[in-house]
């Protein structure tokens, strides 16, 4: 049995070292919460609470999560003791949603789930592969340094390119096409247009786009049912998917043909299984997608991307695409386009303790 005798949570604030922008604003600084757990026999486990400081991409936020973990989850964690990390999960499930805040604690305890097995957290998840081809997230940004962007990246070797895009910017994705015929380019809309842009977005249909991720908002699934059969170009939901029962939904109206799985969305790796088993199962494909993670959630994105049915790369670029200095060690390296994984157990990377400090803001001890 498996006993978590102490929880501690980092919140923690680490500058990009470059402006990211999405059609919901413009990002500097990534606050986030670390989660460490020990168990009774001194195995320490990590994760990490993926909400935003403010709530433009879900309802959740770094101090509402904070603040259901130090209330509700983490006393229900530590009053229990668990077989496996599901029966985490199924107590969690008594309260609706905070699935970050969910997350964060359940990837603390896979960690240590695998450790006491010494074994690699991809294994222990049922991964298929011991390295994932992966994709690289770019933000909004004036036509020439777009491109510019997409150089390096290509020159990198990433499989797949995601250009975030708004009305503004959306004729600098025809220009970019033409500059980079071959090149595997998707676009990312945030939610950015509706019904009404239909004759638009139709535009997109000869640029050979490996996908549009969530082009209307996240409750919309009639409507993006209605897009996805006036467009060619393959819809991929991501704001929308918050648990199986969504992915089901949108499978029935025919509402996307990818599904972009985040598991922090989803509330935590458990829940992200069981809607990649569905996906297989239903020959929808799918890929892991990124939250501009420090390198803890990012090694949990790499385990799980490791299942079956991950075929599109993900967002899970290297450590110093956005950090000088990540709070893991090794940091992350992507090596054409490929990223290794570690066969070490759990998550495979230790924790830069002094980078870990240095970033903290206020730390708890529950």
Same mark, same amino acid.
């Given at each position: 049995?498996? =006993?978590?005798?102490?929880i501690?949570?980092?919140?923690?604030?680490?500058?990009?070292?470059?402006?990211?922008?999405?059609?919901?604003?413009? @990002?500097?600084?990534?606050?986030?919460?670390?989660?460490?757990?020990?168990?009774?026999?001194?195995?320490?486990?990590?994760?990490?609470?993926?909400?935003?400081?403010?709530?433009?991409?879900?309802?959740?936020?770094?101090?509402?999560? /904070?603040?259901?973990?130090?209330?509700?989850?983490?006393?229900?964690?530590?009053?229990?003791?668990?077989?496996?990390?599901?029966?985490?999960?199924?107590?969690?499930?008594?309260y609706? &949603?905070?699935?970050?805040?969910?997350?964060?604690?359940?990837?603390?305890?896979?960690?240590?789930?695998?450790?006491?097995?010494?074994?690699?957290? &991809?294994?222990?998840?049922?991964?298929? &592969?011991?390295?994932?081809?992966?994709?690289?997230?770019v933000?909004?940004?004036?036509f020439?340094?777009?491109?510019k962007?997409?150089?390096q990246?290509?020159e #990198?070797g @990433?499989? &797949?390119?995601?250009?975030?895009?708004?009305?503004?910017s959306?004729?600098?994705?025809?220009?970019?096409?033409?500059?980079?015929?071959?090149a595997? /380019?998707?676009?990312?809309?945030? $939610?950015?247009?509706?019904?009404?842009?239909?004759?638009?977005?139709?535009e997109?249909?000869?640029?050979?786009?490996?996908? #549009?991720?969530?082009?209307?908002?996240d409750?919309?699934?009639?409507?993006?049912?209605?897009?996805? =059969?006036? #467009?060619?170009?393959?819809?991929c939901?991501?704001?929308?998917?918050?648990?199986?029962?969504?992915?089901?939904?949108s499978?029935? /109206?025919?509402?996307?043909r990818?599904?972009s799985?985040?598991?922090?969305?989803?509330?935590?790796?458990?829940?992200? #299984?069981?809607?990649?088993?569905?996906?297989?199962?239903?020959?929808?494909p799918?890929?892991?997608?990124g939250?501009?993670?420090m390198?803890i959630g990012?090694?949990?994105?790499?385990?799980?991307?490791?299942?079956?049915?991950?075929?599109?790369?993900?967002?899970i670029?290297? $450590?110093s695409?956005?950090?000088?200095?990540?709070?893991?060690?090794?940091e992350?390296?992507?090596?054409?386009?490929?990223?290794?994984c $570690?066969?070490?157990?759990?998550?495979?990377?230790?924790?830069?303790?002094?980078?870990?400090?240095?970033?903290?803001?206020k730390s708890?001890? /529950?």
């Amino acid at each position: 049995m498996l =006993k978590i005798k102490q929880i501690k949570l980092h919140v923690i604030n680490m500058k990009l070292k470059n402006q990211f922008k999405t059609s919901h604003g413009v @990002y500097e600084n990534r606050k986030s919460i670390i989660v460490e757990v020990i168990d009774n026999d001194g195995i320490t486990g990590w994760g990490e609470v993926v909400a935003f400081e403010h709530p433009w991409y879900t309802e959740e936020t770094v101090s509402s999560c /904070l603040t259901v973990i130090k209330e509700i989850l983490a006393p229900i964690m530590l009053s229990n003791t668990f077989t496996h990390p599901r029966d985490l999960v199924e107590l969690f499930n008594k309260y609706k &949603r905070n699935n970050m805040a969910k997350a964060g604690l359940e990837n603390a305890l896979w960690d240590v789930f695998a450790k006491r097995q010494n074994k690699p957290l &991809r294994e222990v998840l049922g991964g298929v &592969r011991e390295s994932i081809d992966v994709g690289v997230a770019v933000g909004i940004l004036p036509f020439a340094d777009l491109v510019k962007k997409v150089e390096q990246n290509l020159e #990198i070797g @990433y499989k &797949r390119i995601k250009l975030k895009i708004d009305k503004d910017s959306f004729n600098n994705i025809a220009e970019l096409r033409k500059l980079f015929p071959n090149a595997p /380019l998707m676009v990312d809309a945030n $939610s950015s247009f509706t019904l009404d842009d239909v004759e638009f977005l139709r535009e997109l249909d000869d640029l050979n786009l490996i996908m #549009i991720e969530q082009p209307l908002k996240d409750n919309d699934f009639l409507e993006h049912s209605k897009l996805q =059969k006036l #467009i060619n170009t393959s819809i991929c939901l991501d704001e929308s998917i918050h648990s199986l029962e969504d992915v089901e939904l949108s499978n029935h /109206l025919g509402s996307a043909r990818i599904i972009s799985i985040k598991q922090g969305r989803v509330g935590g790796l458990h829940n992200a #299984i069981g809607i990649h088993n569905y996906c297989l199962n239903n020959n929808i494909p799918v890929w892991c997608g990124g939250m501009l993670e420090m390198g803890i959630g990012r090694a949990h994105n790499i385990a799980l991307a490791t299942l079956e049915n991950f075929v599109i790369p993900g967002d899970i670029s290297a $450590s110093s695409n956005y950090w000088e200095t990540d709070i893991i060690q090794p940091e992350i390296v992507v090596n054409n386009g490929v990223i290794d994984c $570690s066969n070490g157990p759990g998550i495979g990377y230790e924790i830069n303790r002094k980078q870990l400090e240095k970033v903290t803001e206020k730390s708890y001890f /529950l």
